[in-house]
């Protein structure tokens, strides 16, 4: 059973910084496109960046490039998602997602398993 566990969301000021972390098992490691999204309340979740295992390449969303880095232990099995120079518009619950295979766009639909989610707020 595949499972992902996020971790290390919490309450920051403008500017500062977060580090989620994505815990994984029941899947290779390798060979696989991990994502992060995030939403809010009463709006669809939205791409933030994905990252595919097997050579380390990421793709960001407009809202978070060079900002935003998104890297992995493969020994851990575990993603993370440094997060930088943070806006309140970053707020929300951040999920982790995974599929087999090489990563495409940033959509949700792509995506069939999903962590619990992590809460970040980021006051002004």
């Known amino acids: 059973q595949v499972q992902l566990v996020e971790s290390g969301g919490g309450s920051v000021q403008a500017g500062g910084s977060l580090r989620l972390s994505c815990v994984v098992s029941?899947?290779?490691?390798?060979?696989?496109?991990m994502a992060w999204f995030r939403q809010v309340p009463g709006k669809e979740r939205e791409g933030v960046a994905n990252f595919y295992t097997t050579g380390s390449s990421a793709r960001y969303s407009d809202s978070v490039k060079g900002r935003f880095t998104v890297s992995q232990d493969s020994a851990a099995k575990t993603l993370y998602l440094q997060m930088n120079d943070l806006k309140p518009e970053d707020s929300g619950t951040y999920y982790c997602?995974?599929?087999?295979?090489?990563?495409?766009?940033?959509?949700?639909?792509?995506?069939?398993?999903w962590g619990q989610g992590t809460q970040v707020t980021v006051s002004s």
């Open positions: 997602t995974a599929r087999v295979g090489l990563c495409g766009g940033l959509r949700a639909s792509a995506f069939g398993v």
């Open positions: 029941g899947l290779t490691f390798s060979g696989i496109c």
